[in-house]
């Protein structure tokens, strides 16, 4: 038997609710061309956004613990693995479009600059004159014009959904200002949108409280005072004593269970208080859907609260942050003032795209370890131009 995209689009319309998003109602692309046979439109969107040059970048992009730190520190490709994998529970469970979600999973940071959310703050305030830096809509930029793969059109050509769904991402940890031009502004995200949010925050959360535990600068004797941390201990049956390896998974695993199991639940809660007889309803309603319930939000309240200041804030943190500001700042302003040392085709750029939003791209394209070797082209005597 063959299953063919006619196949897929079928299934789509039997077996999922009516406010998820269907691949054959797609409002399209911006250039029309052939659906392909075997795929949905969805599926394409993920294939492609896969294969681009930005996504494997994301291997050597800083989480919150730079490349170079440990192997065994999440980067901004595992996290965005991870955020993918809680998206698609969450929107099988939810009667959602897992493809679309997936999508969107996978194309929501290929916009963050080298070193994290200190990158992007930096690279914001350095661009304030000139329209400022935002990661939501520089994934949108590199999905719609950076990514050169096709002859007739720049960027990757995805569909309306797909892109709408990059756009009106939002977290807290997000920039505010995520304008949505060119989709409605007055609408909010689709379901899949939103599951993928929340799939964001549950990742961070959790492997945030991973790594600071792995790496030393959380201890469990400072989380007692957690009531989430506590739930989680009790859950687990572990005693409070001997902090092995595999407790620190077991407790890591649990609350990802209870996480995922309270968002399908508090979601699924709300949603049957509503006649939502397309995604259109849904993205009408004045207030997203996707939602924890008070309890659980209040424990995540006071986890993240705790991360911002005891993870986030540690010195070790705000040393490579504030080194962070450094590499970037000096980079961005030698490339201003003496363009003739970008590359040849950043050169080419900038009478499109304006130098310093050419320098930016640039800038933001860098892993972190290229960041810091084109630092030291630059700025170290001894090292090769």
Not at 35 to 60: G, K, M, P, S, W
Request: negative net charge.
């Amino acid at each position: 038997m063959i299953i063919t995209r006619q196949h897929l689009e079928e299934f789509e319309h039997t077996n999922l609710a009516p406010y998820a998003l269907k691949s054959s109602q797609s409002k399209g692309r911006e250039y029309p061309e052939p659906e392909a046979e075997y795929r949905t439109a969805f599926q394409r969107d993920r294939d492609r956004i896969l294969h681009t040059t930005a996504f494997r970048r994301l291997e050597y992009k800083t989480q919150v613990f730079v490349n170079y730190e440990g192997d065994y520190y999440r980067t901004r490709l595992t996290h965005t693995l991870e955020v993918t994998q809680i998206g698609r529970s969450l929107a099988r469970a939810l009667g959602a479009n897992e493809d679309l979600v997936e999508a969107i999973c996978l194309g929501h940071d290929l916009g963050h600059p080298p070193f994290g959310h200190s990158g992007e703050t930096i690279l914001n305030k350095l661009m304030a004159e000139h329209g400022g830096f935002d990661h939501n809509k520089q994934s949108l930029r590199i999905l719609t014009k950076l990514e050169s793969r096709y002859p007739n059109w720049r960027g990757l050509n995805l569909t309306y959904e797909l892109r709408e769904g990059i756009v009106k991402h939002e977290t807290e940890y997000d920039l505010s200002d995520s304008a949505a031009e060119g989709f409605d502004p007055h609408k909010r995200g689709s379901l899949e949108a939103q599951i993928a949010n929340v799939a964001d925050e549950l990742a961070y959360n959790a492997h945030d409280l991973d790594d600071g535990l792995r790496s030393g600068m959380i201890v469990p004797a400072q989380l007692e005072k957690l009531a989430i941390w506590q739930m989680l201990q009790d859950s687990i049956g572990w005693d409070g004593r001997d902090f092995t390896e595999q407790i620190r998974h077991r407790i890591i695993r649990r609350m990802m269970g209870i996480e995922i199991d309270d968002v399908i639940v508090a979601t699924g809660a709300a949603l049957s208080r509503f006649d939502l007889p397309s995604s259109d309803a849904l993205q009408s309603l004045p207030h997203n859907i996707i939602a924890h319930s008070d309890d659980l939000t209040a424990l995540n309240r006071e986890l993240k609260d705790f991360l911002y200041s005891e993870l986030y804030r540690h010195h070790r943190v705000v040393r490579m942050a504030v080194k962070a500001e450094r590499f970037i700042t000096e980079l961005f302003k030698t490339f201003i003032a003496e363009p003739e040392q970008l590359p040849p085709s950043v050169q080419d750029a900038i009478d499109k795209r304006g130098l310093h939003r050419a320098v930016t791209d640039y800038i933001a394209g860098m892993t972190d370890r290229y960041a810091l070797t084109e630092w030291q082209r630059l700025f170290d005597p001894y090292t090769r131009p």
